[in-house]
């Protein structure tokens, strides 16, 4: 059975929660405590899948409670629930917390938040990539660009359009930022996908502090570099994934929004990659070797060594993070769209056809299978048709 911890000062609320839960009770195990210290305490002879808390308590409040609980529990998912509005305790919350909930808070809208770290986590069967996952706060990122980042941020005006610019091609600083944006903190009705939108929101200092001053983003170290593996040739490959998968989009008369998703996925859509090679080197120089030396994919060789694949993992760490959910769904099922829950034409398609394309297009180094477009999942809902002209629109062979 599923476990939970909610933690909050005030027994009213804690009372009135613990009654909406109650029809929950057969599937999720639940308790409910007012004080940090005692929930750690639970927490050390009963370990629970997440945590929900509010951030303005006494004693203990929920920062400190989440650090504890990060330190501790790396596996736990770890949501905040709070009327707190405060930017310096969000910023410091941004690697704490997986998601950020506002109060007050729809009952429905807890729950499908709880259920969907449930359904990601069940994508996940080997309990040693939970963990990795779990822990993971930020993502390597390009020193050229951090660079660049820095320099710009240094000058008397920055520009907001150069500093959109240069985080959009960097999966890991596009990956946080939209993370913190789409958090409950800054109380939007809506999530963004464009970046520029995001940085725009954020504003100047937010991102100045966030990439320089708290150093949010991890930086990328040459030594990490194994075998078959570059940090700069995938963040190339998902740069041209992420605006082939927007031109199909587009082509298939999309809207800005379903155009944008598309992008952001495309563009996310390996982060698994980064997370495998820069956490567990050893074994992804094994990953490649047996692709290489067994003529199988590298989706086949990580499900052998490691139970899941980078697909998955990537997925699962962006819905820790709270990124819209159809992204979620495009960079999990991006190797295999029919399992995906969207039906007919679907950012997953749109992604899922890009990386087909974007590795057609290219002279590939590796000599392992790559993985092609599934027509047979195309023909059944009837779009199998489209893609030679996506591959003309897209690929600029006419159209």
Not at 31 to 56: C, H, S, W, Y
Not at 57 to 85: C, F, K, W
Not at 107 to 114: G, V
Not at 134 to 159: D, F, I, K, W, Y
């Amino acid at each position: 059975m599923k476990k939970l911890l909610f933690v909050d000062d005030d027994t009213k609320l804690l009372n009135g929660m613990e009654r909406q839960f109650h029809a929950m009770r057969g599937e999720w195990q639940m308790k409910f405590m007012d004080q940090g210290p005692a929930a750690l305490e639970f927490m050390a002879a009963n370990p629970v899948d997440i945590i929900v808390t509010d951030l303005r308590m006494s004693g203990m409040n929920g920062a400190q409670l989440l650090e504890n609980v990060r330190d501790r529990h790396p596996d736990t998912v770890r949501l905040v629930l709070s009327g707190q509005t405060d930017m310096e305790i969000s910023l410091k919350l941004a690697g704490s917390a997986h998601q950020f909930l506002a109060k007050p808070c729809n009952p429905d809208e807890l729950r499908d938040a709880i259920k969907r770290a449930f359904a990601m986590r069940d994508l996940l069967s080997n309990d040693n990539i939970k963990r990795l996952a779990t822990r993971m706060t930020s993502l390597p990122s390009l020193p050229s660009l951090q660079n660049q980042l820095a320099e710009e941020m240094g000058v008397e005006n920055p520009s907001i359009e150069r500093v959109s610019e240069i985080i959009s091609r960097d999966i890991g600083m596009t990956t946080k930022i939209l993370q913190l944006v789409n958090s409950a903190f800054f109380g939007l009705p809506q999530t963004f996908s464009r970046i520029d939108e995001a940085v725009q929101y954020l504003g100047l200092g937010t991102v100045r502090a966030l990439a320089l001053s708290l150093q949010i983003f991890s930086q990328y170290n040459q030594k990490t570099m194994i075998h078959g593996f570059s940090l700069d040739e995938l963040a190339s490959h998902c740069w041209q994934v992420g605006v082939i998968a927007k031109k199909i989009a587009q082509a298939e008369h999309g809207s800005p929004k379903l155009n944008d998703q598309c992008f952001l996925s495309g563009l996310l859509h390996d982060i698994g990659h980064l997370i495998i090679a820069f956490n567990l080197p050893e074994q992804s120089i094994l990953v490649f070797e047996r692709a290489r030396k067994e003529r199988m994919t590298i989706c086949e060789s990580e499900r052998i060594e490691f139970g899941t694949t980078h697909a998955e993992i990537g997925g699962y760490l962006l819905a820790l993070w709270g990124l819209p959910t159809p992204v979620v769904e495009a960079v999990s099922f991006h190797h295999r769209p029919a399992d995906c829950f969207s039906q007919g034409f679907s950012i997953c398609i749109a992604v899922h056809v890009a990386n087909a394309f974007a590795h057609d297009s290219i002279e590939l180094r590796q000599d392992w299978p790559g993985h092609g477009v599934d027509e047979e999942c195309l023909k059944k809902i009837g779009i199998d048709n489209r893609l030679d002209f996506w591959r003309n629109r897209c690929l600029g062979n006419g159209g």
